[in-house]
């Protein structure tokens, strides 16, 4: 049932009506996969798509139109190269997509062809005139009249005549635009415009008192819809998603109690509403409230392509394509089967502290895990729940690892290590240079290396620390070997130092990114991680970067039987399978520091406010 279906149903508009007094649990939550064979680049948007027929179509920036047809993608030949926003089934056969430099495009079956916009001045540039200005939305009724709208006010209406400028009486940039059932449109954008369309063919005003950026809206009934956007809040420092309905000539604020991430988009969806937003947001509104999806995403999402059979598909940055149905070439045409809902698989520990947690260490001698961080924070799991243990002054620790005479050496701050006995602590090392020590690695025989700011490289000799000469300035953020005579330390600008048990050298891995751990299994099988989603990968003959598609910075990775685990800034956890990096949802929006994958109580990731997470088996 489609949208425009609502005023025959009494029980759907109910539905809506309770929207806002329901609970907020969802009644249903998807597991969301990527759809493969689209031959985007990683750093490719796409913005919307549409069903017609039996065919998919997405489109997305460089002029980007791919079709899913008799179960393969094809790119199509579009004459422009610039971004195209959104995309629309005529009822009397072909499509309109509109886009960047005011693009409409047409498509009669055969070819697309540029309608209108994309004006090029004498200079060789695109002109900046009126016609020139961009488009971001498009929507049309039965008739076969559509609407785009854009950049200050700009509202084009399609007819017969073919396309012509609409008084807006605004210079707000409009994001949405909807068809009402009973046929009025709905248009709404930057700071609470929001517009409507009567029969008469004027537009009006409507005085919302929520000054939002609206990027979407869906109709509801004749006298109901919901808009979608959101704002940037200096307290939180970031943008903060809204949800407003229209209902009996008046706006309401729904969902207040949830933190919702800037909103993006709005489409049917089952028996409810669909929407998608910054950070990989997936939201499904029904009468049992707002409940967030599981998509497996940690970037943008920008649009929804509502399918036939009621699933849909989202997509977004990075050329994401994702969808809720195990085979969604099935669902173009007939009813879906729907795949049972998978619960998120980190779950929050009770960690009895609210101090941000920078290291994480699993002890094989009694299977315990260990979390160190702010002002001598330390704390133990021994499978039955977390308990702290005595603070070793106020300095922060980073780091952990075991103590030749079976205790527990914790460093940090000041270049100052401390051994735990299992009662007290003591200082057992002092660097005296203000200093702080990153990482710690002990191969459980007695050799210990630890390394820190300003390229700092110590090493454990059985009686004292000795200073180390690696060549480096810049930080070390963190060690990782097979054995005392194979080291690898990661830091700024892509460095990476090797040691051979008798000196440290380069080890290029062709990035310049800052990179903050490293982790292996073997010399031929070493992952690492760092700035803006880095990730590598050295199989004993050379590195490779792979796309792991997260924006979000990785702060630790690790692995043991259940694989290899990375995480990072933004509660980003990613999980590699093998093959492909796929992102878990972890229910946190702070950074992830430390992460432990070789314990017997599962994964354990540590960070912010005293955040630890579990992902068991």
Known sequence: ?????????????????????????????????PVDGLSAGSGDVFWSGLQAGDDLFVVGDEGAVFRFRDGAWQRMDVPVRTPIHAIWKRPQGGLIAVGWMGAILSFDGQAWALERGCVVGADGKYAANAENMPLFALAGDETGTAWAVGDHGTILRLDDDGWVAEASGTDSHLRAVTVLPDGNIIVAGANGAVLRRENDGRWYGLDCPVASNFQAVAALSETEFMLAGGRYFVDENGFRGELIRWRDGAFEKVHRDKAFSRFRALAPYRDGLLSVGDRGQ??????????????????DLLGIVALASGEAIAVGDFGTVLTATPDFHRNLASPARLQAADLPV????????????????????DDAAYACGEEGTLVRFDGDGWEALPPAGDIGFHCLCDAPDGGLFAAGQLGEI????????????DLHVDVTILSLWSDGNGSIFAA???????????????????GAKSALYNLWGTDSNHLLAVGDFGLILRWNGERWDEFHAGTEN????????????????????????????????????????????????????????????????????????TGFEGGLRAVCAATSHGTIAAGDQGTILRRMR
């Open 452 to 470: 820190g700011d300003e390229g700092l490289l110590l090493a454990w000799d059985g009686e004292t620390w000795q200073r180390m000469t690696g």
């Open 418 to 429: 401390h051994h735990f006995d299992g009662s007290v602590w003591r200082k057992h090392f």
């Open 282 to 299: 997936i939201w499904y509104l029904t009468a049992s409230g707002a409940g967030r999806l599981n998509c497996g995403a940690r970037h």
């Open 514 to 585: 800052f990179l903050f751990d490293v982790w292996g299994d073997r010399l031929d099988n070493i992952f690492i991680v760092g700035l803006s989603g880095t990730i590598g990968h050295f199989d004993g003959r050379r590195w490779t970067l792979t796309p792991a598609r997260a924006r979000s910075d990785l702060l630790a990775i690790s692995g043991g039987e259940d694989g290899v685990v990375a995480v990072g800034a933004a509660g980003t956890a990613l999980r590699y399978d093998g093959k492909d990096w796929i992102a878990d949802l």
């Open 346 to 365: 980190w779950q929050a520990m009770v960690s009895g502290t609210d101090r941000q947690l920078w290291g994480l260490w699993h002890d094989r001698r």
């Open 1 to 33: 049932m489609t949208l425009t279906e609502a005023p025959e149903n009494p029980g759907r508009r109910r539905f809506f009506r309770n929207l806002v007094r329901s609970a907020a649990k969802p009644s249903d939550e998807i597991s969301w996969t």
